[in-house]
């Protein structure tokens, strides 16, 4: 039932595309964002609580309708597990992203190309070079790649639909709570974003060694040794490093800014991003994918076999 649900999920993901600002994903950032009116006063331990009750009851329900619905009918039990899955994972929540950037480079919009990446990022990209667009865009699709499919499935194999709904709201609240620098609501989000380390520890290394195993795995083991530790997030240093690796391409690195050069840590190896290594970068995904999708298979199998 694994292996089904996965394939259903995506499957039905290509054909009705769910994207990131759909009515249930502003649901649950509202709600996030009132428990941070209500609890934030500065203080950790206000953290623990706001994040317990932003991730407690949505895990709860899952299972309890999972359980509730094993018992009625295992079909219904299995068609709850494609929703979750098609709530909380696909590539269409990101991809039309990558997409219109990769098509305004090929026909020389780089203005175009620098409005697309900027909304993508929420950063201004207005002094960007064609070749810093690619590689920015590469970086940020294989982030997005591990953080909306691997990092999800990872979950999903290990807990069902609560495993899934657990990382993909705790990746939320890490990405809003826990990003706070203030010296008022950093405290706040200190909970969410440690959590989340550790949610995604094991997760961000799966990505990079599907990452490694389908592209050149030499280079991307070396990046990953080398480089990784480099990066401020270490599971993105991870990801990036070995995507980078397996693609032959260079990421990070410096970037013009209009208050000047943002210096970044040099990863991956060999040539410069251009539109080309974005398209490459789509097999990689894709081929890593396949991976995932042909083991669950060979364990379902195995498992159905006794």
């Known amino acids: 039932m694994t292996f089904l649900s996965l394939l259903a999920a995506l499957i039905f993901e290509q054909v009705r595309p769910l994207r990131y600002g759909n009515p249930v994903h502003r649901l649950f950032a509202r709600y996030a964002m009132y428990l941070a009116r209500q609890l934030d006063g500065g203080e950790y331990k206000h953290g623990v609580i706001a994040w317990l009750l932003a991730i407690g009851p949505p895990v709860v329900v899952a299972l309890a309708v999972y359980l509730a619905l094993c018992r009625i009918s295992v079909p219904a039990a299995w068609l709850w597990n494609v929703a979750v899955l098609y709530l909380t994972m696909g590539f269409r929540q990101f ?67 609560p495993g899934a709904i657990l990382y993909r709201l705790s990746a939320a609240l890490a990405e809003r709570w826990g990003a706070r620098s203030d010296a008022d609501s950093g405290a706040f989000g200190r909970f969410a974003a440690r959590c989340f380390f550790w949610i995604d520890w094991l997760p961000a290394r799966m990505s990079a060694a599907g990452f490694a195993i389908v592209g050149n795995f030499e280079d991307a083991v070396y990046c990953w040794r080398t480089q990784a530790a480099s990066w401020a997030s270490e599971a993105h240093g991870i990801i990036l490093a070995t995507g980078g690796g397996a693609l032959g391409v260079r990421l990070g690195g410096t970037l013009s800014g209009p208050a000047g050069a943002q210096f970044r840590p040099e990863l991956g190896v060999g040539d410069e991003a251009d539109v080309d290594y974005m398209r490459s970068a789509v097999g990689l995904v894709w081929r890593a994918l396949a991976l995932w999708m042909f083991l669950v298979l060979i364990v379902s199998i195995a498992h159905a076999l006794g």
């Open 95 to 161: 991809s039309h992203h990558f997409t219109e950037i990769a098509e305004a480079l090929r026909e020389a919009r780089v203005d175009a190309a620098r409005e697309e990446l900027g909304r993508w990022r929420g950063a201004a990209a207005s002094e960007l070079g064609g070749s810093e667009i690619a590689r920015v865009a590469i970086e940020q699709a294989l982030v997005a790649a591990h953080r909306h499919v691997f990092g999800t499935v990872a979950w999903f194999l290990a807990a069902g639909a």
